[in-house]
């Protein structure tokens, strides 16, 4: 998990960085969306019944991105986990309370 | 009569103590059946959240890379992402800031979902026009086969020149 004192020390990406900062975050996401769309697909085919499907959703909301320092990046690659989900039919929209943070950057 | 009553009052009894049984019973199946169902439903949140697990551990290089290249990026143009002063200036600017951009690129990546999903729909759309476009020209090519006069082929059948509607009949 992450380390607290490491999450505070470092300031997230934010609208006064440089347009760098956001090619090198956007390359990142997408290093991501690889990564999670293929584990997406395979919780989906491992998962019968629509509520094993939202628990392992769930389970995997709250912890992928755990050790990003960085709060906007973490909340955006859970943003695109759970719409991962969603896109495939997935109903993350009611995560277990308390184990995910930023849970109102992605949750609509 | 005494005797009956006794029969009738002892299988009463018995019939509660089954009733009871019987209940117990169902609860102890259904009892059973939610333990089992919380059992697969545990072991698929382990499936998820050992998935994100193995992702974080692959992200671990990919990640110190991105930060590094970040910081770098920030150092060049004079920023020190630690500083003190840096962050009280960002801080009142960072929470709008980002919740903006958090929901831009949400909406970048629904529309880039929304892309892909266009593309399978057309691709298996594509697929589908093509197996149908093989199936009409085979049904015509059979209409067409089907509607021949055989006759008129080889030395035994009727001279086209007897035919005038037959093509080429008067040529």
């Excluded at chain 1, 989906?44 to 912890?63: D, N, P």
């Excluded at chain 2, 939610?34 to 050992?50: F, H, M, P, R």
Aim: glycine share 10%.
């Amino acid at each position: 998990m992450l380390d607290a004192q490491q999450a505070a020390a470092r300031l997230p990406v934010h609208a006064g960085d440089p347009p760098e900062v956001f090619v090198e975050q956007a390359r990142l996401l997408a290093w991501y969306s690889e990564h999670i769309g293929r584990d997406v697909e395979k919780i989906i085919a491992q998962c019968g019944s629509a509520a094993e499907q939202r628990v392992a959703a769930a389970a995997y909301l709250a912890e992928i991105g755990s050790n990003i320092p960085d709060r906007t990046i973490r909340a955006t690659v859970r943003r695109l986990a759970a719409l991962k989900f969603r896109t495939l039919g997935v109903d993350v929209q009611h995560p277990i309370a308390g184990q995910c943070e930023d849970v109102e950057t992605w949750v609509h | 009569m005494g005797a009956l009553a006794g029969v009738a009052a002892g299988s009463s009894v018995a019939s509660a103590g089954l009733g009871i049984l019987s209940s117990v019973m169902g609860g102890e199946a259904t009892q059973a059946a939610d333990q089992y169902q919380a059992g697969v439903l545990t072991e698929k949140a382990q499936i998820g959240q050992a998935q994100a697990v193995e992702v974080n551990a692959n992200a671990t290089m990919r990640l110190n890379q991105s930060l590094g290249n970040i910081d770098a990026v920030r150092a060049a143009s004079g920023d020190s992402p630690t500083s003190p002063t840096t962050a009280a200036l960002r801080r009142v600017t960072t929470s709008n800031a980002d919740q903006n951009k958090a929901i831009q690129i949400g909406n970048i990546l629904s529309q880039s979902e929304m892309d892909v999903a266009g593309a399978n729909y057309l691709k298996s759309a594509g697929s589908f026009a093509l197996s149908q476009s093989v199936v009409a020209g085979l049904a015509g090519a059979a209409g067409t086969i089907g509607k021949t006069n055989f006759s008129s082929f080889g030395p035994g059948g009727t001279p086209a020149s007897s035919n005038p509607t037959q093509i080429g009949a008067l040529y």
